[in-house]
T-cell receptor, first 115, second 113 residues
Framework: DTGVSQDPRHKITKRGQNVTFRCDPISEHNRLYWYRQTLGQGPEFLTYFQNEAQLEKSRLLSDRFSAERPKGSFSTLEIQRTEQGDSAMYLC?????????????FGPGTRLLVL | AQTVTQSQPEMSVQEAETVTLSCTYDTSESDYYLFWYKQPPSRQMILVIRQEAYKQQNATENRFSVNFQKAAKSFSLKISDSQLGDAAMYFCAYRSAVSGLSFGAGTTVTVRA
């Protein structure tokens, strides 16, 4: 069990650019979640997938954000036309449906800085 | 939407002593799960302890235990015999049957040697 991995760990971009983050969940986990965490705050839920289906999206997920999980394995989160307010840590988590009370296991996060 | 409130931004504890972190939540559901996560500085979030709402018995994991009061919608975390490695930000989180987690704002725990 290698845990949840995320790539890249850090990203610096200029306002207006597009960025894409990748998350690889724990191999047998069929649910995958994305969160955003700003400094000193708790994570905020963005969206989640069960296998390849995106089942829930938060109102925080504006039109500039899109997430995919095409084969039910890894997932990508893309932010288009980045704004300075998008600067945050983006966390991915995965869980096993029906197991361990649906406990979510988190990756190390991708820290985004928009200049 | 469920809200989770952690009223203590910071707590300090002497090594080997006990500290209790408070958490309250608001929900109209009867079936849900509660979690405490720990996030050390610049490190990833790890699970500390979890509780199912329909279980009366309070969960324990080694030096960590919870006091779950369902009627009061309270879910406090007790850290016994505090160690330097316990220093971190602690988040209380709520999850209904099928949803993402709702987190509180966190409590920063410092451990004095």
């Amino acid at each position: 069990d290698t845990g949840v991995s995320q790539d890249p760990r850090h990203k610096i971009t200029k306002r207006g650019q597009n960025v894409t983050f990748r998350c690889d969940p724990i191999s047998e986990h069929n649910r995958l979640y994305w969160y955003r965490q700003t400094l000193g705050q708790g994570p905020e839920f963005l969206t989640y997938f069960q296998n390849e289906a995106q089942l829930e999206k938060s109102r925080l997920l504006s039109d500039r954000f899109s997430a995919e999980r095409p084969k039910g394995s890894f997932s990508t989160l893309e932010i288009q036309r980045t704004e300075q307010g998008d600067s945050a840590m983006y966390l991915c988590a995965s869980s096993l449906r029906g197991g361990q009370m649906g406990t979510q296991y988190f990756g190390p996060g991708t820290r985004l800085l928009v200049l | 939407a469920q809200t989770v409130t952690q009223s203590q931004p910071e707590m300090s504890v002497q090594e080997a002593e006990t500290v209790t972190l408070s958490c309250t939540y608001d929900t109209s559901e009867s079936d849900y799960y509660l979690f405490w996560y720990k996030q050390p500085p610049s490190r990833q979030m790890i699970l500390v302890i979890r509780q199912e709402a329909y279980k009366q018995q309070n969960a324990t994991e080694n030096r960590f235990s919870v006091n779950f009061q369902k009627a009061a919608k309270s879910f406090s975390l007790k850290i016994s015999d505090s160690q330097l490695g316990d220093a971190a930000m602690y988040f209380c989180a709520y999850r209904s049957a099928v949803s993402g987690l709702s987190f509180g704002a966190g409590t920063t725990v410092t451990v004095r040697a």
